[in-house]
């Protein structure tokens, strides 16, 4: 039905940048919004940012200033930029996408998974 492949994950020193891309695709009738999530061992899973439709964000206090979320609708993709990458950023990061099949359906997909580390 629907996939969301995402890239871009990996190991970098504190300080530095990674670029998270998703791509969702399958028989998709309305891409609403897309965003990406993390979660820690031991920490519940939270909301990094989120972009709209009609491109309005919204981003965790942790990361403001330091990450910026974006999308190509023409492609089904949304990026996370992440600058000034912190210790405290080391997470799986999950990209999550709001998606109707059909006309009256709404449900929410979830990627896979992509690791990001951030030490020295």
């Known amino acids: 039905q629907v996939q969301l492949v995402e890239s871009g994950g990996g190991l970098v020193q504190p300080g530095g940048s990674l670029r998270l891309s998703c791509a969702a695709s399958g028989r998709i009738f309305r891409l609403d919004s897309m965003g990406w999530f993390r979660q820690a061992p031991g920490n519940q899973r939270e909301l990094v940012a989120m972009?709209?439709?009609?491109?309005?964000?919204n981003y965790a206090d942790s990361v403001k200033g330091r990450f910026t979320i974006s999308r190509d609708n023409a492609t089904n993709t949304v990026y996370l930029q992440m600058n000034s990458l912190k210790p405290e950023d080391t997470a799986v990061y999950y990209c999550n996408a709001r998606i109707s099949l059909y006309y009256g359906h709404t449900n929410d997909y979830w990627g896979q998974g992509t690791q990001v580390t951030v030490s020295q």
């Open positions: 972009i709209g439709s009609g491109a309005s964000t």
